[in-house]
């Protein structure tokens, strides 16, 4: 089956500390993004990725970093500074970048900190 | 930037009955619309786009119409039944490498019995 994974799809943290959240995906993709969903204000963009070894910020990137150094993976790190972390995760992926492509979601994260 | 405004935030009909979802964007270089669907727990997941250079676009019981002049775009799903019971979201983008998606604050729909 061809899609995108996201692991683990819940994940607590004490607030301070660093976490990973892991995407991957086999549909051989060039471009993947991260979105951050919480309740009434719809999918914020994070950070995406158009090629192996280059990635963006999106628009509200502070207090995350992100690697891609696979074309299948492009992990997120939710770092101490981001100031209200608790939220669910999504990651995407197109065939390119460019804005005018299907985005596919992965199942998505939900993240807490306490 | 682009930004995206999308009413209703809540939408609830009885099953049968039809369902708007309206956007509007504020970019007029903006020239690609998909709408996505958001089951519980879920990602979204893409269920109808249009492109600038048409007006209307259907798929079965799901339409899209775009009015470019007053920069607005409506879902529209017809015979509703209760597996349509979702969130929707519009959105909007334009050509460009480095373009993407800005995303509408979502639409609640629910279909009663």
């Known amino acids: 089956d061809g899609g995108i994974t996201q692991s683990p799809k819940y994940l607590f943290r004490k607030e301070g500390q660093n976490v990973t959240l892991s995407c991957e995906q086999n549909l051989n993709h060039d471009a993947m993004y991260w979105y951050r969903q919480d309740p009434g204000q719809g999918l914020r963009l994070i950070y995406y990725?158009?090629?192996?070894?280059?990635?963006q910020k999106g628009d509200i990137a502070e207090g995350y970093s992100v690697s891609r150094e696979k074309k299948e993976s492009f992990p997120l790190t939710v770092t101490s500074a981001q100031k209200n972390p608790t939220a669910f995760y999504l990651c995407?992926?197109?065939?390119?970048?460019?804005?005018?492509?299907?985005?596919?979601f992965g199942p998505g994260t939900r993240l807490t900190v306490t | 930037g682009e930004n995206v405004e999308q009413h209703p935030s809540t939408l609830s009909v009885q099953e049968g009955d039809s369902a708007v979802i309206k956007c509007t964007y504020s970019d007029s270089a903006s020239n690609y619309f998909p709408w996505y669907k958001q089951e519980l727990g879920k990602g979204p997941q893409l269920i109808i786009d249009?492109?600038?250079?048409?007006g209307e676009k259907k798929d079965q019981r799901i339409a899209v119409t775009l009015n470019k002049t007053a920069k607005h775009f409506s879902l529209h799903i017809t015979e509703t039944q209760p597996e349509d019971s979702a969130v929707y979201f519009c959105?909007?983008?334009?050509?460009?490498?480095?373009?993407?998606?800005?995303f509408g604050t979502g639409t609640r729909l629910q279909v009663t019995l």
């Open positions: 959105a909007a983008s334009m050509t460009g490498t480095a373009s993407k998606l800005t």
């Open positions: 990725s158009q090629i192996v070894n280059d990635f």
């Open positions: 995407a992926s197109s065939i390119s970048a460019g804005g005018l492509y299907e985005q596919y």
């Open positions: 249009i492109r600038s250079n048409v």
